[in-house]
C-alpha cells in the first residue's frame, strides 16, 4: 500500500493515489472550518456519507451541500474539532484514513431518527473527548463521492460525560430533547 508520502517522479498510479490521498486529508480540514466552496472543491456532486443516518434530513442528501450541513451541525455542538492522521491506506479508489479525533462538547449534540424526528439531545458538558477513528473514502473524478467511518462513539461519550450520566444530566438530557424539538 502507498504511504501518504510521495514526490512528483513516481508512476501515474502512485500519483493518482497520493491526489486522492491528499483530498481525503484535505476534507478532515475543511470539516473544521471550511465552507461551501471548500467542499465544493472535495466532494463529488453525487457524494453520499454512509455516516448521515442519524443526522439532520438536510445532511442526508448528496454533494457538498449535504457534507457541508454535517459540518455545521458537527460545529453547533462541537469546538476545537481536529483530526491528528496516524496512517493512509490507499488500495484502488479507496482510502482509509486513521485517526484521532479531538473536540470540546460546547452546543446541544442532537441525534435524528430515521423520519428526520429528535431522537436524543446532549446538552454541552464543556468537556474534551479524543477518540480514535477510521474514515474511508471512495474517490471518482478526483472527488470524494462516498464516506463511512468507525469510531469510537462510546469513548466520545464517556468522555463527555454522556455515560453514565447523573440524575442531573438526565434532567438536562430530557430538557435539551425537548428545546431541540421545537427548533426542528
Known amino acids: 500500500m ?3 508520502d510521495f514526490t512528483s517522479t513516481q508512476s501515474p498510479g502512485v500519483a493518482a493515489a497520493a491526489g486522492a490521498i491528499a483530498v481525503c486529508r484535505r476534507c478532515l480540514e475543511v470539516f473544521t472550518d471550511g465552507d461551501l466552496a471548500d467542499f465544493e472543491a472535495v466532494i463529488h456532486p453525487e457524494a453520499v456519507n454512509r455516516e448521515a443516518a442519524t443526522q439532520p434530513p438536510a445532511n442526508r442528501g448528496r454533494g457538498p451541500a ?5 459540518a455545521l451541525w458537527l460545529r453547533r455542538a462541537l469546538a ?3 483530526w491528528d492522521i496516524h496512517q493512509v491506506a490507499a488500495d484502488g479508489d479507496i482510502i ?8 470540546r462538547h460546547t452546543g446541544p449534540f442532537v441525534i435524528y431518527d430515521q423520519t428526520g424526528s429528535v431522537r436524543q439531545a446532549f446538552p454541552p458538558t464543556g468537556k474534551t473527548c479524543s477518540v480514535t477513528q477510521t474514515h474511508w473514502f471512495r474517490v471518482a473524478d478526483g472527488k470524494i463521492i ?5 469510531r ?4 466520545m461519550a464517556e468522555q463527555f460525560g454522556w455515560i453514565p450520566p447523573s440524575p442531573r444530566y438526565l434532567v438536562r438530557m430530557t430538557r435539551a430533547k425537548r428545546a431541540a424539538r421545537t427548533v426542528s
Open 96 to 103: 482509509a484514513v486513521h485517526t484521532t479525533a479531538h473536540a
Open 80 to 82: 476545537d474539532m481536529r
Open 66 to 70: 449535504a457534507f457541508y450541513a454535517t
Open 152 to 155: 469510537d462513539d462510546m469513548g
Open 2 to 4: 502507498p504511504s501518504a
Open 146 to 150: 462516498e464516506h463511512w467511518a468507525n
